[in-house]
């Protein structure tokens, strides 16, 4: 699994997290989208990747993308309650000020679509729960973005394997294929990273 988290993060808890979610099936998904909306730091897209890939027909992965979507959700109400009673001092001790203040001016600027935001993108949802229940946003809003967010991305996931994994694991199997469509892959994700990374870094200027 390709991330910036330290290896020994990866061996001692995100894998055996996924390996885990994976073995349990729909329960195991609905039980890591959940908490990581709410508090850990393991995403379900992995899980989600592996059930995918083993699922027979549509209607199985239709049944993954949904429960890993409202299971998200219902774990972001949670966030949502704990930054509600909990407030600053909860966020204080686990979101670093920058992040906290870059999410705040998300929210500021753009409101439920800020959720949505963080719902479908890398930015961290969890913390963003958190605020919005420590500013008390709509609730209402706050769970249609986020459904829409979460929806969206992992519906994303679920048709791009469902119509094109079989083929992408046979092409991986060849290196010299594998290794073309790692570049050609990596390539078009610098090109939405660049602009993206800069629009996050400049937020705070926005709000100004």
């Known amino acids: 699994m390709a991330t910036i988290l330290p290896q020994v993060f990866i061996d001692s808890v995100v894998d055996p997290v996924i390996n885990w979610g994976a073995d349990l099936g729909y329960a195991g998904l609905a039980v890591v ?5 709410a508090l850990q730091p393991v995403p379900p897209d992995p899980i989600i990747w592996l059930m995918v890939l083993d699922a027979d027909s549509s209607f199985h992965i239709a049944a993954i993308v949904l429960v890993a979507t409202f299971s998200s959700v219902a774990g972001a109400l949670v ?11 909860f966020i204080d001790r686990f ?12 929210t500021l600027r753009y409101g439920a679509a800020g959720v949505f935001i ?21 609730l209402r809003l706050f769970v249609i973005a986020g459904l829409v967010g979460r929806g969206l991305r992992f519906g ?11 083929s992408m694991e046979k092409t991986l199997d060849n290196p010299i294929e594998g290794a073309i469509i790692f570049s050609i892959t990596a390539f ?21």
């Open 188 to 208: 078009f994700g610098l090109l939405l990273f660049i602009p993206a990374a800069k629009w996050w870094d400049n937020l705070l200027d926005e709000i100004e």
């Open 33 to 37: 989208s959940a908490t990581e909306a």
């Open 79 to 89: 966030g949502y309650g704990i930054g509600r009673y909990a407030g600053t001092w």
């Open 156 to 166: 994303l996931i679920g048709f791009l394997l469902g119509v094109y994994g079989e």
């Open 95 to 106: 979101v670093s000020s920058s992040t906290a203040a870059r999410l705040d001016a998300l």
């Open 118 to 138: 963080a719902a479908v993108s890398p930015i961290p949802y969890k913390a963003l729960a958190w605020l919005a229940g420590a500013g008390n946003m709509n």
